[in-house]
């Protein structure tokens, strides 16, 4: 794309203009280097770059926690960090705790459940369940909601999903 400048001689290419840069990280236990813009958000460039699919796109403004990730072993919404601020962490996905025994817990209770209707939220809100239980492995119900709270489902309401994650604390620690 080009125009002319403001003073109507000079042609402009915005292309010209772009700033690329490398972000060199690790994705789910992998080191991975993406090249990426400095205005690009770590969801963008999780999806776009790094084929990252389970990471939803909702709000893209940190409200519907469909973007969460683990930052660090923390739950945050990639939709509102930069891609550069990457650089040197360990970003975990959903795709990463596929044979984590809490994950494996955690998903067969939402499907037990009914806590999953479209799926849109689930990939956050496994996210930041999983944490939660990481951290507190007998969560009261009252635990569990300030746990997801960032994450919003428009489906089943959370009384499934709450039943779900409690479920899951459960199964994982019994007594
Ligand atoms: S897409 Fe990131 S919080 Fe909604
Ligand atoms: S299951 Fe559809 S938004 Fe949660």
Redesign the pocket.
């Known amino acids: 794309m080009s125009c002319l400048d403001e003073a109507g001689d000079k042609r402009v290419h915005w292309e010209d203009e772009v700033i690329t840069m490398k972000v060199r990280f690790e994705l789910n236990g992998k080191k991975v280097e993406a090249e990426t813009t400095p205005y690009t ?1 770590l ?1 963008d460039m999780l999806r776009e770059e790094l084929d990252t699919k389970s990471v ?13 990730v683990l930052v660090d072993g923390l739950p945050m ?4 960090i930069l891609a550069p601020q990457a650089e040197g962490r360990h970003i975990t996905t959903i795709e990463g705790l596929e044979h984590n025994p809490l994950m494996i817990d955690l998903r067969q209770s939402f499907i037990e459940n009914g806590a999953i209707q479209c799926g849109f939220c689930t990939p ?1 809100m496994l996210i930041s369940s999983y944490a939660l239980l990481r951290d507190n492995p007998h969560p009261t119900p009252e635990d569990v909601k300030i746990g997801i709270e ?1 994450n ?1 489902c428009r489906c089943t309401g959370f009384t499934k999903i709450i039943e779900a994650v409690l479920d899951a604390a459960e199964r994982i620690a019994p007594e």
């Open positions: 958000s969801l939803k796109k909702g709000c893209e403004s940190g409200e519907c926690g469909a973007c969460t919404t990639s939709c509102i956050g960032g919003i």
